[in-house]
């Protein structure tokens, strides 16, 4: 293929592939600038039809409608919490991400309690069966 054959052909491809991208960003709809945090409260809450998914992942409908519900929220001018709480009185337990409380500070911190006491345990055995080594070895 001539020299002057592959410049235009790469000349041609390229001026086509930015006006293609220039008439997408000129028709195409501008991002609503809530858009992203509709997106953000929607992925802490949950899908009531689906399976611990959040609602900007899930494909029912159910969920499109909540989301477009939050979107609707936030440009009323909402606070994210506000928005959750009614979600919440709605689809009680709706949260991915739940609200603190003693119960779940038992929960996360039980198994940590669990892991330092066998830790301690073991490093304890460790030293009796050391010290009995020591003991028995050194007899009569």
């Not at 195409?28 to 900007?56: H, L, M, N």
């Amino acid at each position: 293929m001539p020299e002057n054959l592959k410049r235009f052909t790469v000349t041609l491809l390229s001026a086509l592939f930015i006006g293609i991208i220039g008439w997408g960003l000129i028709v195409g709809d501008p991002p609503s600038p809530y858009a992203d945090r509709a997106s953000a409260i929607g992925s802490r809450v949950k899908c009531p039809v689906c399976q611990g998914e959040s609602v900007t992942s899930s494909p029912s409908g159910y969920a499109r409608d909540i989301l477009a519900y939050i979107e609707a929220r936030v440009d009323e001018g909402w606070t994210d919490e506000d928005i959750i709480l009614r979600l919440e009185e709605r689809f009680p337990g709706i949260r991915l991400d739940p609200q603190f409380s003693g119960l779940t500070a038992i929960l996360w911190l039980l198994p940590a309690a669990v892991a330092i006491a066998g830790i301690a345990t073991a490093r304890n055995q460790v030293r009796v069966g050391s010290s009995r080594v020591e003991h028995e070895s050194s007899g009569p």
